[in-house]
């Protein structure tokens, strides 16, 4: 689960971490008493979306400007004119599609005179299964350009379970960085306070990108993002109340709701099967054989047929949907139920995409006899590559 950087800095904030003082406004009204508030001479306004690259993104609405997402101001009535520009203009990022986001919400933030930018993150190393920090000298910059084109300037420190973080290390790390002594302390204090935020509050990422080094020699987070482990949330009651559903796809949030993992992609064949790695195995078969899968969707070992079906309607829900291949090896989960969830969902859709179903495992013989006794026009595969093969197939006749 993702939150805002405003909603990001409360947290490292309680947590001890460097922030400047800023507030969060839903219209100019609300911008303007959180700039005199803040007093200046220098403000930034931010676009609050779930996405990077702001600073550098344009707006859909001439009226908005091209300043990008991220504008540094000098009086509070450049901040109020820029509120009205981003609230209810929509951002293209690098990571928004063509489409943008629509600005909602604006953060107001001191400015910073600063020395030098730095890139910090903790994410879990999925190799070694270990909180990791990643740090590097370029601040401010796509992290992924920078592992390319300059690996050596990757920085990692992985963190013992057992010991946390350790001293010596951290000191070492910020000494690589070129931090001065005053510097690298700040350094210490600051990551020791980011890791407990991470472990406490079961983050599966902070990044904060960029950390600067203040002309007053202080470390601050400047930009922050926080993913929360979703297999973690039931623990920490009061992260729901962060969450902003206006910034999630809408079948990925229904979906949610259901207990089914859902991530929409932008091909046209839907996707419905059990086990990730299945799925995963899935997608990458149907683009062998030439087409592009219209989403990711794992419907779990134990799914009921009422589950099946809301699935089903999930996937039918994408009007770029042109076909959807079924791909079950039941185990736990039993082929006549998918069956049944199958039927059960094509009736009340009204389904009219081909539809390729590939049944494994438990009950198969029993699942395949329900589908063919439904009257429905259901394409049989045999294996996964002839399923694959078949959707394809299918849906080039229909397009």
Known sequence: MNIHEYQAKQLLSKYGVGVLDGGVASNSA?????????????????????????????????????????????????????????????????????????????????????QKELYLSLLVDRATSKVTVIA???????????AEQSPEKILKLEISEEKGLVKTEVIDLAKQLGLGEKAIEETVSFLNSAYRLFVEMDLSQ???????????GNLIALDAKINFDDNALFRHPEVEDLRDESEQEAAELEAEKFDLNYVKLDGSIGCMVNGAGLAMAT?????????????????????????????????????NVEGILVNIFGGIMRCDIIAEGIIAAAKEVSLNVPLVVRLEGTNVDMGKN???????????????????????????EVS
Not at 206 to 216: A, D, Y
Not at 374 to 389: F, K, T, Y
Request: net charge negative; aromatic share 4%.
């Open 206 to 216: 902070l990044e904060v990108n960029p950390m600067v080094l203040s002309t007053g």
């Open 283 to 319: 997608m990458d078969i149907i683009k062998l054989y030439g087409g592009e899968p219209a989403n990711f969707l794992d419907v779990g070992g134990g799914a009921t047929k009422e589950k099946v079906s809301k699935a089903f309607q999930i996937i039918l829900s994408d009007e």
């Open 30 to 114: 609300e911008a303007v008493t959180v700039a005199q508030r803040l007093g200046g001479p220098i403000w930034v306004v931010k676009s609050q979306i779930h996405a990077g690259g702001r600073g550098k993104g344009k707006f859909l609405e001439s009226t908005a400007g091209n300043s990008g997402g991220v504008r540094v101001v000098k009086s509070v009535d450049a901040v109020r004119d820029n509120c009205d520009q981003m609230i209810g203009a929509h951002l293209v990022t690098n990571q928004t599609g063509d489409e943008g986001k629509e600005v909602k919400k604006v953060y107001i933030e001191d400015g910073c005179e600063i």
């Open 136 to 146: 590097s000298t370029e601040g401010g910059m796509d992290i992924e350009l920078v």
């Open 370 to 396: 329900i589908l063919e006794q439904s009257g429905l026009p259901i394409i049989s595969a045999e294996d996964l590559d002839d399923a694959a093969n078949k959707i394809v197939l299918a849906t080039t």
